[in-house]
């Protein structure tokens, strides 16, 4: 299904041009071709909300064309004021590991669509550490191959603050948490003893 949550999901390209040339009728070279990448980039992560709450405050407050470096601070501005946290592992500017997505973790599979394992990945950037499995490597593969774990695993559909007592955060980590539990498992039915590969 494709359902775009405007409080969630990030802003649409469709949806950026439609804010922006309503923008224009103020500001009249703001949807000019050589900055709207700018102002893009400045809004491509953050929900359709956040993109109308600033061009709206734009609109009311500022009497000169806003830059694309405004945008970028209006949404450090937003994103601080209503509590956002993004769970996008993907974020391509303080990711170091595009294999993990800097999780430390990966999935590992046989062939497409099917789950197997997760697996500690090869790197050191891991922001969890306490996987009880070895670590990827090329001569481990055995027909395997790697993936970063689905952003759908970590994304809460409805809520957007990251509140360890709301339900869905709840049960985001528990089930993170199952499928790890079955993979260390899977490894130390394999015969795999954690403490002797530290
Ligand atoms: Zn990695």
Not at 26 to 55: E, M, T
């Amino acid at each position: 299904m494709n359902y775009q949550n405007p409080d969630i999901d990030p802003v649409l390209q469709k949806d950026f041009l439609e804010v922006i040339n309503a923008m224009a009728e103020v500001y009249p070279n703001i949807n000019g071709k050589a900055r709207l990448k700018y102002y893009f980039d400045a809004v491509k992560d953050v929900p359709l909300k956040c993109l109308r709450d600033i061009s709206k405050s734009f609109l009311m407050s500022s009497k000169y064309m806003p830059l694309p470096s405004d945008f970028t601070d209006a949404v450090s501005e937003w994103k601080k004021k209503n509590n956002y946290f993004k769970f996008n592992p993907d974020e391509p500017t303080k990711i170091e590991c595009n294999k993990c997505g800097d999780i430390g973790i990966v999935v590992m599979k046989k062939s497409e669509g099917e789950f197997h394992s997760l697996i500690n990945c090869s790197c050191d950037t891991s922001v969890f550490q306490d996987l009880k499995a070895p670590k990827w490597s090329n001569q481990l593969s055995g027909g395997f191959y790697i993936e970063s774990c689905p952003f759908e695993w970590f994304r809460p559909k409805t809520t957007t603050k990251l509140d360890l007592e709301n339900s869905e955060i709840k049960s985001i980590i528990e089930n993170w948490n199952k499928k790890k539990r079955k993979a260390e498992k899977y490894w130390r039915d394999l015969g795999y003893k954690h403490e002797e590969e530290k």
